[in-house]
């Protein structure tokens, strides 16, 4: 099996405009209505090396998840004065209401 690299025609290290040049050479080459199974492996080949180069930026870019730990304490504290809030008399409630 080619590498990406083989089927474009460039070294592993040439840059990015390097790689698109000899994409759109190969594409004048190969055009997809005379050589459709070669314009493929060009496309897919071209993808595969632009999509590589951007897949370790995602790995960057990836929400990740905070791992947080709440102090029970405070959470308790916080409890009590959300309670606090909450407690009313029947007779508040009535008035409230009507």
Known sequence: MTSHYEILGV????TNAEIKAAYHSKLR????????E????????YEALRKGETSQNEDFLKIRPLE?????EILNQVREKAIAQLEISLD???????
């Open 38 to 45: 070669e314009f493929k492996a060009i496309r897919g080949a």
């Open 68 to 72: 947080a730990q709440l102090d029970p």
């Open 92 to 98: 508040d409630l009535i008035r409230a209401t009507f």
């Open 11 to 14: 070294s592993p290290v040439a």
């Open 29 to 36: 080459s190969f055009p997809a209505h005379t050589y459709p």
